[in-house]
C-alpha cells in the first residue's frame, strides 16, 4: 500500500496535514522512498554535469585572457568569459535537476544538445574534425540517454507525483 492513512498509527508518526479538518496527509512507503534514478538518467547528468564544468572553466580561461594576456579586444573577451561562465553555471544546474529527477530539466539538457550538434557542425566545415566529431557523438549519446523509456518513465512519474520530493534539494 504506497500511503499510509491509518487513524491507528501514533500521532507522532503521522505528518501533519496542515488542513484544518485534521486528516493526516499521504505519506510515501519505504517501497516508494527506495526508486532508484535510472542509469541513462544518471550517465546523461553527468554528461551535462561535465560541459557545464568544461564551459564554466572556458569562461574563467577567456576572463582571465582578456585581463593579463593580449587580446584584440579586452571588453568581448570578458563579455565572452562572463556569457561562457553563466552559460556553465546553468548547465550544472540542468546536470542537478537530472540528478534530483526535475521535469524542468530535461528540456534544457535537449537544447543545449542540440545547439552544441551545430557547434560541431561548425568545427566539421571549418576542418576541425578533431573537435567537431566528439562533440556530435556525445551530444547525440546524450541526446538518446535523455529519451529512453527509462528517463521519460522517470521523469513522468515525478510530474504525476508518484515519486517522493527530496526534502533537501
Given at each position: 500500500?504506497?500511503f499510509s492513512?491509518?487513524?491507528?498509527?501514533?500521532?507522532?508518526?503521522?505528518?501533519?496535514?496542515?488542513?484544518?479538518?485534521?486528516?493526516?496527509?499521504?505519506?510515501?512507503?519505504?517501497?516508494?522512498?527506495?526508486?532508484?534514478?535510472?542509469?541513462?538518467?544518471?550517465?546523461?547528468?553527468?554528461?551535462?554535469?561535465?560541459?557545464?564544468?568544461?564551459?564554466?572553466?572556458?569562461?574563467?580561461?577567456?576572463?582571465?585572457?582578456?585581463?593579463?594576456?593580449?587580446?584584440?579586444?579586452?571588453?568581448?573577451?570578458?563579455?565572452?568569459?562572463?556569457?561562457?561562465?553563466?552559460?556553465?553555471?546553468?548547465?550544472?544546474?540542468?546536470?542537478?535537476?537530472?540528478?534530483?529527477?526535475?521535469?524542468?530539466?530535461?528540456?534544457?539538457?535537449?537544447?543545449?544538445?542540440?545547439?552544441t550538434i551545430?557547434?560541431?557542425?561548425?568545427?566539421?566545415?571549418?576542418g576541425l574534425?578533431?573537435?567537431?566529431?566528439?562533440?556530435?557523438?556525445?551530444?547525440?549519446?546524450?541526446?538518446?540517454?535523455?529519451?529512453?523509456?527509462?528517463?521519460?518513465?522517470?521523469?513522468?512519474?515525478?510530474?504525476?507525483?508518484?515519486?517522493?520530493?527530496?526534502?533537501?534539494?
Amino acid at each position: 500500500m504506497p500511503f499510509s492513512l491509518r487513524s491507528d498509527e501514533p500521532a507522532k508518526n503521522r505528518p501533519r496535514s496542515g488542513r484544518s479538518t485534521g486528516v493526516p496527509s499521504p505519506t510515501v512507503s519505504k517501497h516508494n522512498a527506495s526508486i532508484r534514478r535510472p542509469i541513462p538518467l544518471t550517465i546523461a547528468a553527468v554528461i551535462v554535469g561535465l560541459q557545464g564544468t568544461g564551459l564554466l572553466a572556458l569562461g574563467v580561461y577567456l576572463i582571465e585572457s582578456g585581463l593579463f594576456g593580449s587580446p584584440d579586444s579586452v571588453s568581448v573577451a570578458i563579455t565572452t568569459g562572463l556569457l561562457a561562465m553563466a552559460g556553465g553555471l546553468a548547465l550544472l544546474a540542468v546536470a542537478y535537476g537530472l540528478i534530483k529527477i526535475r521535469v524542468w530539466s530535461r528540456s534544457p539538457a535537449i537544447l543545449w544538445q542540440l545547439l552544441t550538434i551545430g557547434v560541431a557542425w561548425y568545427q566539421l566545415q571549418a576542418g576541425l574534425g578533431e573537435l567537431g566529431i566528439p562533440l556530435i557523438v556525445t551530444a547525440a549519446i546524450t541526446v538518446v540517454l535523455l529519451l529512453t523509456p527509462s528517463a521519460t518513465n522517470a521523469l513522468e512519474r515525478r510530474a504525476a507525483g508518484q515519486l517522493p520530493e527530496a526534502r533537501n534539494g
